[in-house]
């Protein structure tokens, strides 16, 4: 029988194969940030390790850096002391870091395949659930806790039990791809399975409605995967997954002759079995908006806020949890979506804040300006994504709208550092969780696409994106 | 690592589906660079109110779970960020087993890492442990869980169990394969990132 996509990665990387228990892993990338390694490489100091492969590792920082002005000094003390720890660790261990000052700088998961430092068919880890990401490549990439960190930079392996593989597939083209987009792909998927529904497993996503992305938006849906709750999610690579990774600062210097290989080689055989299969057509998705406390409490723009009895479907204990999602999200079943007012927009995070995020957010701001009621703001996932905006005079179109145009990182995603949401605040935001509190103490999140977020900010409520006439 | 071998202690019930790590430790707290201390931030949002201080109706605040070391809780545990902060502030304010109907995967490992059991039972087990009262005997050597006259087995993959009864030190274990890694290594042909 032949294997999956998945199958072949984890295969080609097993040291040590065991099938009831953990198999040996290694790593051949392994991405650093400030807030989960420190306690890692003070167990390294504490038994007296070294980093085995340094050469296979890239850190920077993105949890806490503030983006204002990046000449002020960092006012909160444990941030600072978090960010100058990441610099002594880098320099004692000789890792590579893109400090604060570096034009590479940037959330991990973007810099990854900006600089070319992502590559198909290799393992990918972070101590960061968002590193599934870099399955957009054909990647077999996740998330670790710091133990791991610590494991992979004195071993550059991990013991891991294999997960099982499973088929999402979406079929067909998109009616609007302006207005639906990945971000509406993957939370419509979200929505069906359910915030555990890939627990366990590695997703592939495949079908038309996947390799009709670009690059980018391959990534926004591989980085939610975790959302459902797989350990990673993959896409297998084609053309456009080589040339995006033509030519960049770190592109391998045999480059080609590994496109060879993978071209030959990554892709699920046809006589493969995936232990689990989901599909969605995708002219069936319309803009999507979450109303709850998981990203699995997500409905249609066009829908309204459902009562807990609808979204449970008889199950006693996911009716409770709409219950209190609805209590915190302050929200009444029965209230139109589009009826919703909110106070905050945030573009930005490892989800949504790439090149092609911000031109088509862009495109429904240009000429506009942001309800009088509504701060917004927009966070490039990296710096040079911010360059290459300006380059474009993107930062003039937010800016003239009254958006705020901010520095590299992963800011009010997870509100690390001081942007943050006030308590009863209530926020379309393009990032990928809607916890309680995840964007600050109180505050509400809904989740949205780049465009319903940025048509949000305008019209200081939801609206469908499918509707608008642009400028 | 300190083993885990054994407990008795009566059940902390946590009566919520799908909590997040961003529950179980709110992200003001990742900023520390040690490992302890983060017990007292253990489910912040829930146990304190906006002055900090504690709020009477949620479990962990209830004096007789104060030296409980069994967290008894929902479906899909420990779901959302990687951050092993969760582990250690639920180990920090004394939880040595968390027995839910599932765990989200990151979190199921990271409790390994650090002295703690998680356990996978079905939901009306679940429940049932929910509401038991009295003292709970969890026995990892045996695979056990006894509780009034009742006694339930649990599984768990044997390596981790060694691991956990034994307290090891899983870098050391894996320096054992030392050749196969650079055997690997020499093989490989993805380049150095730099």
């Known amino acids: 029988m032949g294997k999956t996509l998945f199958e072949k990665i984890w295969d080609s990387h097993t040291v040590v194969e065991n099938h009831s228990s953990p198999s040996l892993l290694y790593i051949d990338r392994h991405l650093i940030h400030e807030v989960t390694s420190p306690q890692a490489f003070e167990g390294l100091r504490m038994n007296n390790r070294k980093v085995r492969r340094p050469d296979l590792t890239i850190a920077t920082m993105d949890h806490n850096v503030p983006t204002n002005d990046r000449k002020l000094p960092i006012l909160d003390e444990t941030s600072a002391i978090q960010i100058k720890t990441l610099e002594k660790n880098c320099n004692d261990f000789g890792i590579k870091l893109f400090g604060m000052d570096s034009p590479n700088q940037g959330i991990v998961h973007v810099i990854g395949p900006q600089l070319g430092i992502t590559l198909p068919g290799t393992t990918i880890v972070?101590?960061?659930?968002?590193?599934?990401?870099?399955?957009?490549?054909?990647?077999?990439?996740?998330?670790?806790?710091?133990?791991?960190?610590?494991?992979?930079?004195?071993?550059?392996?991990?013991?891991?039990?294999?997960?099982?593989?499973?088929?999402?597939?979406?079929?067909?083209?998109?009616?609007?791809?302006?207005?639906?987009?990945?971000?509406?792909?993957?939370?419509?998927?979200?929505?069906?399975?359910?915030?555990?529904?890939?627990?366990?497993?590695?997703?592939?996503?495949?079908?038309?409605?996947?390799?009709?992305?670009?690059?980018?938006?391959?990534?926004?849906?591989?980085?939610?995967?975790?959302?459902?709750?797989?350990?990673?999610?993959?896409?297998?690579?084609?053309?456009?997954?080589?040339?995006?990774?033509?030519?960049?600062?770190?592109t391998p210097k045999n480059f080609e002759s590994?496109?060879?290989?993978?071209?030959?080689?990554?892709?699920?055989?046809?006589?493969?079995?995936?232990?689990?299969?989901?599909?969605?057509?995708?002219?069936?998705?319309?803009?999507?908006?979450?109303?709850?406390?998981?990203?699995g409490m997500t409905c249609d723009v066009t829908e309204n806020v459902p009562s807990p009895d609808d979204f449970s479907k008889g199950d006693a204990n996911q009716k409770k949890g709409a219950e209190k999602a609805l209590e915190y999200m302050d929200l009444e079943s029965g209230t139109p979506i589009q009826e919703i007012k909110i106070d905050r927009v945030f573009i930005g995070s490892c989800t949504n804040a790439r090149l092609e995020d911000l031109i088509e957010a862009s495109k429904v701001v240009k000429g506009n300006k942001v309800s009088q009621n509504v701060r917004a703001m927009v966070v490039p996932g990296s710096q040079l994504v911010k360059k290459q905006a300006e380059e474009l005079g993107l930062d003039k179109i937010f800016i003239d709208a009254n958006f705020e145009w901010r520095e590299a990182g992963c800011s009010m995603c997870l509100g690390m550092n001081p942007d943050i949401l006030s308590p009863g605040e209530r926020c379309a935001s393009t990032s990928n969780r809607n916890f309680e509190g995840r964007q600050g103490n109180g505050g509400r999140t809904h989740l949205v696409s780049p465009v319903m977020a940025a048509a949000a900010a305008i019209y200081g409520h939801f609206v469908d994106v499918r509707k608008l006439s642009l400028n | 690592m300190k083993p885990f071998v054994k407990t008795v202690s009566i059940i902390t019930p946590l009566d919520k589906v799908n909590v997040d790590?961003?529950?179980?430790?709110?992200?003001?707290?990742?900023?520390?660079?040690?490992?302890?201390?983060?017990?007292?931030?253990?489910?912040?949002?829930?146990?304190?109110?906006?002055?900090?201080?504690?709020?009477?109706?949620?479990?962990?605040?209830?004096?007789?779970?104060?030296?409980?070391?069994?967290?008894?809780?929902?479906?899909?545990?420990?779901?959302?960020?990687?951050?092993?902060?969760?582990?250690?502030?639920?180990?920090?304010?004394?939880?040595?087993?968390?027995?839910?109907?599932?765990?989200?995967?990151?979190?199921?490992?990271?409790?390994?890492?650090?002295?703690?059991?998680?356990?996978?039972?079905?939901?009306?087990?679940?429940?049932?442990?929910?509401?038991?009262?009295?003292?709970?005997?969890?026995?990892?050597?045996?695979?056990?869980?006894?509780?009034?006259?009742?006694?339930?087995?649990?599984?768990?993959?044997?390596?981790?169990?060694?691991?956990?009864?034994?307290?090891?030190?899983?870098?050391?274990?894996?320096?054992?394969?030392?050749?196969?890694?650079?055997?690997?290594?020499?093989?490989?042909?993805?380049?150095?990132?730099?």
């Open chain 1, 126 to 250: 972070c101590g960061d659930s968002h590193t599934s990401t870099h399955g957009a490549f054909g990647a077999l990439a996740f998330g670790i806790g710091t133990s791991e960190v610590e494991h992979v930079l004195a071993t550059q392996t991990l013991w891991l039990q294999q997960p099982k593989s499973f088929e999402i597939r979406v079929e067909g083209k998109r009616a609007n791809p302006f207005a639906v987009t990945a971000k509406d792909i993957i939370l419509s998927i979200i929505k069906h399975i359910g915030t555990g529904g890939g627990t366990g497993t590695v997703i592939e996503y495949r079908g038309e409605g996947i390799s009709d992305l670009s690059m980018e938006q391959r990534m926004t849906i591989c980085n939610m995967s975790i959302e459902a709750g797989a350990r990673a999610g993959l896409i297998a690579p084609d053309e456009k997954t080589f040339e995006y990774l033509r030519n960049r600062e770190y």
């Open chain 1, 258 to 295: 590994l496109v060879d290989f993978w071209k030959d080689d990554l892709k699920t055989d046809t006589d493969s079995k995936f232990s689990k299969q989901f599909i969605l057509k995708a002219n069936e998705i319309a803009p999507q908006v979450s109303w709850g406390t998981n990203p």
């Open chain 2, 21 to 194: 790590t961003d529950q179980i430790i709110p992200k003001q707290f990742l900023k520390l660079i040690q490992k302890s201390g983060f017990g007292k931030f253990l489910f912040f949002n829930w146990r304190y109110d906006e002055n900090e201080q504690l709020k009477p109706d949620f479990v962990l605040n209830d004096s007789k779970y104060s030296n409980s070391e069994i967290l008894v809780a929902g479906d899909n545990f420990g779901c959302g960020s990687s951050r092993e902060h969760a582990v250690w502030a639920l180990q920090d304010y004394g939880f040595k087993v968390i027995i839910a109907p599932s765990f989200a995967d990151i979190f199921f490992s990271n409790c390994f890492k650090n002295g703690i059991l998680p356990i996978s039972l079905e939901q009306s087990m679940v429940e049932k442990l929910q509401s038991v009262s009295t003292n709970v005997e969890v026995d990892l050597e045996n695979q056990t869980i006894k509780f009034n006259d009742e006694l339930v087995s649990f599984n768990i993959d044997p390596h981790k169990k060694k691991i956990l009864l034994e307290g090891l030190d899983d870098i050391a274990q894996t320096n054992h394969y030392e050749e196969k890694i650079s055997e690997f290594e020499k093989n490989s042909k993805i380049p150095s990132v730099l």
